[in-house]
């Protein structure tokens, strides 16, 4: 079983409409939690932490569930530009410290 | 410019050959991390610097996988023999030392595109 596992899509969504996805991780240990994009043959980017009790960056909120081991994003009004992969990303904590491991992706692609 | 750089961008080899990235950290970044991407695949990790000291590898780094971060600044990843199966994005990333109890999300650079023919 993969670390981190994410629906592959493609999420196919209306301008202007609501698309949510989650994530799963394995690893109970882990405390950090994040939401990369990565545009076409781009190199991921920091969308978002995700924190305990759930935040909001503009169109986009994150929710984590520890209990179910899973992570959320939920775009609203989505844009043509949020047209992208976005990784679930988790870290586990330690002596061997920040390393992130990616989910494989879930691809959105939002159409006029 | 103050992102992290990675050099080159794309490389062509012969199977066989040996090839030789290099990247250049954010300079207050203590943490430097080599990453492997396929297509359609999430980003694997490969192994990760503090300072000079490598302090993780991943299974995936088999023997013909070498890293090196001599000063603490600018990192190294040697492949030698290239093999088909190679062929990958190279991702680096840096980060600061995260601090007690918190962890920071990583910058990367753009990457090195490596195919082997």
């Known amino acids: 079983r993969k670390e981190v596992e994410q629906d592959p899509g493609p999420f196919n969504v209306p301008e202007g409409a609501t698309v949510a996805f989650n994530c799963t991780y394995s690893?109970?240990?882990?405390?950090?939690f994040f939401w990369y994009r990565q545009d076409c043959r781009k190199e991921p980017k920091l969308l978002m932490s995700?924190?305990?009790s759930g935040n909001e960056d503009g169109r986009f909120t994150a929710q984590l569930n520890r209990a179910s081991q899973y992570i959320s994003l939920l775009i609203r009004d989505s844009k043509l530009s949020d047209s992208a992969t976005y990784l679930c990303?988790?870290?586990?904590?330690?002596?061997?410290?920040?390393?992130?491991?990616f989910g494989g992706g879930t691809r959105v692609l939002v159409k006029p | 410019d103050t992102g992290v750089s990675q050099d080159p961008r794309h490389k062509i080899t012969k199977r066989g050959q040996n090839v030789t990235f290099r990247c250049d950290p954010i300079?207050?970044?203590?943490?430097l991390y080599w990453y492997r991407q396929t297509l359609g695949q999430g980003p694997e990790f490969l192994t990760y610097?503090?300072?000079?000291?490598?302090?993780?590898k991943s299974r995936l780094l088999s023997d013909r996988f070498s890293a090196e971060r001599p000063k603490g600044s600018f990192s190294t990843l040697e492949i030698q023999r290239t093999e088909q199966g190679d062929s990958a994005m190279y991702l680096c990333?840096?980060?600061?030392?995260?601090?007690?109890?918190?962890?920071?999300?990583?910058?990367f650079g753009s990457g090195t595109r490596l195919t082997v023919v």
């Open positions: 995700v924190y305990s």
């Open positions: 690893n109970s240990a882990s405390q950090s």
């Open positions: 610097f503090q300072n000079e000291a490598q302090l993780e």
């Open positions: 990303v988790v870290n586990m904590l330690g002596a061997a410290g920040n390393k992130l491991t």
């Open positions: 300079s207050e970044h203590n943490r």
């Open positions: 990333a840096s980060s600061p030392v995260p601090g007690q109890g918190s962890s920071y999300g990583y910058t």
